[in-house]
């Protein structure tokens, strides 16, 4: 299974085996990974679920939708490649995929 | 800090009270009660995603069970609590079982109002509030025929959006002149009841239910007016209404639901309440309310995990809620109860507007449909209090953005 490493904002590398068809939000959240709240379960409503992705992974992520985009402008400390973590699948293609965690949520 | 905290109610709040009493660092024994026997999960995608078929049972689960074994958090799950002593601080379960508790909370939820009419325990008539119900509902998605969906609320609408999604013919009918009436501002539900049309739903308004009938299953809907709409299933979406009964007889006060202060706390100081179950005072409206949503749920049980730990937290967040139909997302901030005037921005058309609702110079709330800019302005500025330039939000050339810099 795709390896996915999360970084929390203390610098603390939390890596996990996900399933291909689930979100990297739900990646984390399965494997009990700190720092990621979903409160919407997934629904791209409330952008606490927000990951930094490794500029390496940029191309491979894919591109944020509009909807996705106008969330992340409001979100806590957002950057280029900020990114809505229940947004990304995880294909076998991300394996090795690195995120990093902001301080806070929403 | 030791003892035992006891939580009735497995739901969203239920299961975030016992992770935030760990955060807060309680250590003793945490036991949560669930009367179904599903790990705790959300909610919202049974009357989509899950509904539709897109989402498996486990990927609704809001943490793994390792979580909870992992926290020490004794789940009691498919066990319904029947008593709560508030003199002797013990619960009762159904099965006798006695526990001590040093706080409990009541976090038991809202299940739904249900119909009183001829006909209405028929087989085939559905209400959607857990897994059970949705897998019930689902075969009807498959089979086909019609599905007459009573109340055009946030179910009633997104199980229409479902079964249209599916191929199935829906009739939708509701009591009020509009749809969404009890929660969303006439533009809204103007766009819903065009969005709905557009998708092939019959939508009646202002039609009420007599009966239904059929011969050991429902077949048809019987209205006030006397017609008879033919159907294959009934789908019931009438509000819901708290659960106060074990509250209600541990002598507590109620207000429609639990009446908790501003930290979660019931009229009994070792009794906390949290999620569509209670009513809380809200900073922001200065007045009390009871809220039927997720991010409430989650809020409320955060600050009565932290306060029953110990701590000092007090409830002041902004109501939120989104629903999706079709290819519209609405999202909500604020409560508009009170508004004296609305603001429309955006193209309406175009499936991108939100309205929002002032009283005086003070913003109450705003629906967004597909805006999430909007939305997370509003957020911000309901939160503040502070009066916002109204001139400004009327003009399409104002930037949100600026509104809140």
């Known amino acids: 299974m795709p390896k996915i490493t999360y970084i929390d904002h203390t610098g603390k590398e939390h890596?996990?085996?996900?399933?291909?068809?689930?979100?990297?939000?739900?990646?984390?959240?399965?494997?009990?990974?700190?720092?990621?709240?979903a409160d919407c379960g997934g629904a791209c409503a409330c952008a606490t679920c927000h990951v930094y992705v490794d500029p390496a992974w940029a191309d491979k992520v894919g591109k944020k939708e509009p909807m996705e985009e106008s969330m992340l402008d409001f979100a806590y400390e957002p950057k280029e490649n900020s990114r809505l973590s229940c947004q990304i699948t995880v294909r076998k293609e991300l394996d090795g995929l690195v995120v990093r965690l902001p301080e806070f949520q929403g | 800090?030791?003892?035992?905290?006891?939580?009735?109610?497995?739901?969203?709040?239920?299961?975030?009270?016992?992770?935030?009493?760990?955060?807060?660092?309680?250590?003793?024994?945490?036991?949560?009660?669930?009367?179904e026997a599903e790990l705790p999960y959300q909610r919202p995608p049974l009357s989509k995603a899950y509904l539709q078929g897109d989402l498996a049972a486990e990927r609704l689960q809001l943490r793994p069970a390792a979580f909870y074994e992992k926290e020490r958090i004794d789940l009691r799950l498919g066990v319904r609590v029947t008593t709560v002593n508030p003199a002797a601080r013990i619960v009762i379960a159904e099965d006798g079982e006695e526990f001590h508790y040093d706080k409990l909370l009541l976090a038991t939820g809202a299940p739904p109002r249900r119909l009183d009419c001829p006909g209405s325990d028929l087989p085939g008539v559905h209400y959607l509030r857990t897994i059970a119900d949705s897998d019930a509902l689902r075969p009807v998605l498959a089979a086909g025929g019609r599905l007459v969906i009573v109340g055009a609320g946030y179910i009633g609408l997104e199980v229409a959006a479902s079964a249209r999604k599916a191929g199935v013919d829906v009739t939708v009918l509701e009591m009020a002149d509009r749809v969404l009436a009890r929660v969303a501002g006439k533009e809204i539900s103007a766009f819903f009841e065009a969005l709905h049309r557009a998708h092939g739903v019959d939508l009646q308004l202002g039609a009420g239910v007599r009966a239904f009938e059929g011969n050991g299953r429902v077949e048809a809907a019987i209205l006030d007016s006397g017609e008879k709409i033919p159907c294959s299933a009934v789908l019931v979406g009438v509000g819901a209404r708290p659960s106060t009964r074990l509250a209600e007889e541990a002598g507590l006060t109620l207000a429609n639901g639990v009446w908790t202060d501003d930290h979660a706390r019931t009229s009994d100081p070792s009794i906390y309440a949290a999620g569509d179950c209670a009513s809380c005072p809200s900073p922001i409206y200065g007045r009390r309310m009871r809220l039927e949503s997720v991010p409430n749920a989650l809020e409320q049980a955060k600050v009565a995990g932290a306060n029953m730990a110990g701590g000092n937290a007090v409830y002041d967040a902004v109501p939120w809620f989104w629903s999706d139909q079709y290819d519209a997302k609405l999202q909500t901030v604020g409560v508009s109860e009170g508004a004296d005037r609305t603001i429309v921005r955006g193209d309406r058309a175009a499936m991108k507007f939100s309205v929002w609702y002032l009283n005086g110079a003070r913003l109450l709330a705003v629906d967004a449909i597909n805006e999430p800019a909007a939305f997370a302005v509003a957020k911000k500025l309901v939160a503040a209090k502070a009066p916002v330039d109204a001139k400004g939000l009327a003009d399409p050339e104002t930037d949100l953005k600026s509104l809140v810099l």
């Open chain 1, 15 to 37: 890596v996990v085996e996900a399933e291909p068809g689930v979100s990297v939000m739900e990646a984390a959240v399965k494997n009990m990974v700190p720092g990621i709240d």
């Open chain 2, 1 to 35: 800090m030791g003892g035992r905290m006891i939580i009735i109610g497995a739901g969203q709040a239920g299961s975030q009270a016992a992770a935030s009493l760990r955060q807060a660092g309680f250590d003793g024994d945490i036991v949560l009660f669930g009367a």
